[in-house]
Nanobody, 123 residues
Framework: QVQLVESGGGLVQAGGSLRLSCAASGGTSRSLAMGWFRQAPGKEREFVTSMSWSGSTTYADSVRDRFTISRDFAENTMSLHMDSLKPEDTAVYYC?????????????????WGQGTQVTVSS
């Protein structure tokens, strides 16, 4: 069983930056694919970015070139650095993990989820 705990959400002005972190326990980082999703009020949970155990990444078009995913395999943590934030980035951000070796972008690919952290971008 993998447990995920996010941190780092908050309120930021448009154009600002924010960094989210996710700490994983109960699983070996080298066998985990991990990713970030977000859910805005009244909307479906959507894919943001993910990274495989080998370091391969994929990003949603809406965040590419603004967001950067990283992982510390030794510490079994994952981060999301968000630049040039926009009001439409406002959402609850979720960390997700899956035992596997690919790069996954569908909600159904992931078995483990964190509790979420709120990101609010003011205009």
């Amino acid at each position: 069983q993998v447990q995920l705990v996010e941190s780092g959400g908050g309120l930021v002005q448009a154009g600002g930056s924010l960094r989210l972190s996710c700490a994983a326990s109960g699983g070996t980082s080298r066998s985990l694919a991990m990713g970030w999703f977000r859910q805005a009020p009244g909307k479906e949970r959507e894919f943001v970015t993910s990274m495989s155990w080998s370091g391969s990444t994929t990003y949603a078009d809406s965040v590419r070139d603004r967001f950067t995913i990283s992982r510390d395999f030794a510490e079994n943590t994952m981060s999301l650095h968000m630049d040039s934030l926009k009001p439409e980035d406002t959402a609850v951000y979720y960390c997700a993990a899956q035992l596997g070796f690919g790069v996954y972008s569908r909600k159904t690919d992931y078995d483990y989820w964190g509790q979420g952290t709120q990101v609010t971008v003011s205009s």
